[in-house]
């Protein structure tokens, strides 16, 4: 009996995600880019309605990366995780920050400027550690046979730092479109 390759079906299963991901949450990063240049409190609570029912499903996309990559590639979320943990870190506060300041902008009235910038701040820096992460996939990470042997701090590259600054001005792009 002829076994079945599972690679291509897994490798289909985790672009088909990267890309709804980067569609998707790509979108509400780049709103939450622009959403402080919303000149008034009528303008924020349009752009924050136009999303509303979306974005906080859109995180869906990279919950499903990430566990595909571990349960079908375990080598490779072996390597690429310690390459880029700090990005990845900041990336997932970020998020968590930017949930926080969605929801507290309807139920503290009293700091809502506060909470406007919390969002806004947060999709950018979530944006930009999206973009260090894929700067340092693009250029490899340092390996020795299956291990990972560079630094943690090996994936901040003058690379990497413009490949976060072009992702922050594509899905701004995408967020004004």
Same mark, same amino acid.
Do not use: K
């Given at each position: 009996?002829?076994?079945? *390759?599972?690679?291509?079906?897994?490798?289909?299963?985790?672009?088909?995600?990267?890309?709804?991901?980067?569609? %998707? @949450?790509? =979108?509400?990063?780049?709103?939450?880019?622009? /959403?402080?240049? &919303?000149?008034?409190?009528?303008?924020?609570?349009?752009?924050?309605?136009?999303?509303?029912?979306?974005? @906080?499903?859109?995180?869906?996309?990279?919950?499903?990366?990430? !566990?595909?990559?571990?349960? &079908?590639?375990?080598?490779? =979320?072996? $390597?690429?995780?310690?390459?880029?943990?700090?990005? !990845? %870190?900041?990336?997932?506060?970020?998020?968590?920050?930017?949930?926080?300041?969605?929801?507290?902008? /309807?139920?503290? +009235?009293?700091?809502?400027?506060?909470?406007?910038? &919390?969002?806004?701040?947060?999709?950018?820096?979530?944006?930009?550690?999206?973009? $260090?992460?894929?700067?340092?996939?693009?250029?490899?990470?340092?390996?020795?046979?299956?291990? =990972?042997?560079?630094?943690?701090? *090996?994936?901040?590259? %003058?690379? +990497?730092?413009?490949?976060?600054?072009?992702?922050?001005?594509?899905?701004?792009?995408?967020?004004?479109?």
């Amino acid at each position: 009996m002829e076994m079945l *390759d599972l690679v291509p079906v897994w490798t289909f299963i985790l672009g088909l995600g990267v890309f709804f991901y980067v569609l %998707l @949450d790509g =979108f509400d990063l780049g709103v939450g880019m622009l /959403y402080g240049l &919303a000149p008034d409190l009528t303008a924020r609570n349009l752009v924050m309605n136009s999303i509303a029912p979306v974005w @906080d499903g859109n995180e869906t996309w990279l919950v499903l990366g990430g !566990i595909a990559l571990l349960a &079908a590639f375990p080598l490779a =979320f072996a $390597i690429i995780l310690p390459a880029v943990y700090f990005p !990845i %870190l900041i990336m997932l506060l970020a998020l968590v920050f930017r949930g926080v300041a969605f929801e507290f902008r /309807y139920r503290d +009235s009293e700091h809502r400027t506060f909470w406007d910038h &919390a969002f806004a701040y947060g999709s950018a820096a979530a944006t930009f550690a999206q973009g $260090i992460v894929l700067g340092a996939f693009i250029q490899g990470f340092q390996t020795d046979g299956r291990h =990972f042997t560079g630094s943690s701090f *090996d994936c901040f590259t %003058l690379f +990497s730092i413009f490949t976060g600054l072009a992702l922050m001005a594509g899905y701004a792009l995408l967020g004004a479109g």
